[in-house]
């Protein structure tokens, strides 16, 4: 039976494609890029440097939990900057969405994800939850009693976005937190500016954590297809993000979420996206499902090449850009 979302979905979106069309073009899209192999690893967190950057893999979770995925889909890698997401799904919560967005704001930065420059820049320092300054003051909203408390509560809540248990990757952290000067001069900007909302060092290092979740490539999309049925993880039932929050999540994912490549995606493929410098991205289809991908070898901006191409083409098939009267049912 189909859930009621899934329900209002099909109704909402009646050119939402069938599984055999969206198997032929994941076929198609797999086939034309797997031997692609321009970019490169991350390296300045030397753990990712060493992953293969052959693996490849690709998953489609829809709203009425159809799993479609192909290639690598066993493989745990990080989930990096993806997982600013969540915890900002989370923060709102339990704060709400004006709360959080008094404290953090949802500006882009036209600079590097990680630039102390746009911290002292902006006039809301923070900038938006997606920068590594905005998502550290993110981390630091999270409600506990404890560090260990906090970073428990974020790790069983990305597990409900996934629909399974997910556990931190030890020799990532260990190889962030080794490296991570950059971070935690951030974290004391933010504190400089009064915009951070717990002990600076301590923020870091949940978030440091948080960033070296391993998840697999489908349980990404399971995340992705969690915000694209207005919050409910399409297989287990579970309501994980507030539904009210969703709009402003997916606003914010299309403005920043590929770091300074942000405009030119959203120019091309016009969807809500996430990606991480492990490699993977997840793009949202509201009322549809979400498309994640994962290829180590990453361009300029820190974006997956491989991840970049195979949901543009896809998206573009399947008429998912939002922009698209198409998209929306008016066919031509
Ligand atoms: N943990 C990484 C950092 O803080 C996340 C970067 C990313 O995926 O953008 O630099």
Redesign the pocket.
């Known amino acids: 039976m189909l859930s009621p979302y899934a329900a209002l979905a099909q109704k909402t979106s009646p050119v939402a494609p069938n599984r055999a069309q969206a198997e032929a073009i994941v076929k198609e899209a797999y086939a034309k890029f797997v031997s692609d192999t321009s970019g490169k690893n991350a390296d300045y967190?030397p753990f990712l440097a060493q992953v293969d950057s052959k693996m490849f893999g690709v998953a489609i979770v829809t709203v009425d939990n159809q799993v479609l995925s192909m290639g690598e889909i066993k493989y745990a890698f990080s989930i990096?900057?993806i997982s600013k997401v969540y915890t900002l799904a989370m923060a709102m919560n339990e704060l709400g969405a004006d709360r959080v967005f008094d404290r953090i704001g949802s500006e882009p930065t036209g600079r590097a994800?990680?630039s102390p420059v746009a911290v002292v820049d902006m006039p809301t320092h923070t900038a938006n939850p997606l920068v590594?300054a905005g998502a550290i003051a993110t981390t630091s909203l999270i409600a506990g009693s404890s560090a260990d408390d906090k970073w428990n509560k974020i790790l069983d809540f990305y597990g409900e976005a996934a629909g399974e248990k997910l556990s931190l990757i030890d020799e990532v952290y260990q190889s962030?937190a080794a490296t991570?000067a950059g971070?935690k001069a951030l974290s004391m900007l933010l504190a400089k500016y009064e915009r951070i909302y717990s002990d600076p060092f301590t923020a870091v290092d949940i978030y440091?954590k948080q960033?070296s979740v391993g998840v697999n490539v489908v349980q990404l999309a399971r995340m992705g297809a969690t915000l694209a049925n207005n919050g409910v993880n399409p297989t287990t039932g579970k309501q994980v993000v507030k539904a009210e929050n969703v709009p402003y999540i997916l606003s914010t994912m299309m403005m920043a979420g590929l770091?300074d490549g942000s405009g030119g995606w959203a120019w091309k493929v016009g969807l809500p996206a996430k990606s991480?410098?492990?490699g993977g991205i997840v793009a949202v289809v509201p009322g549809k499902g979400a498309i994640a991908v994962f290829s180590p070898r990453l361009d300029d901006a820190?974006n997956s090449v491989k991840a970049q191409r195979v949901i543009e083409y896809v998206a573009q098939k399947l008429d998912f850009n939002l922009f698209s009267p198409r998209s929306v049912g008016l066919k031509q």
């Open positions: 967190i990096q900057s994800f990680n590594n962030e991570n971070n440091t960033c770091y991480g410098v492990g820190g």
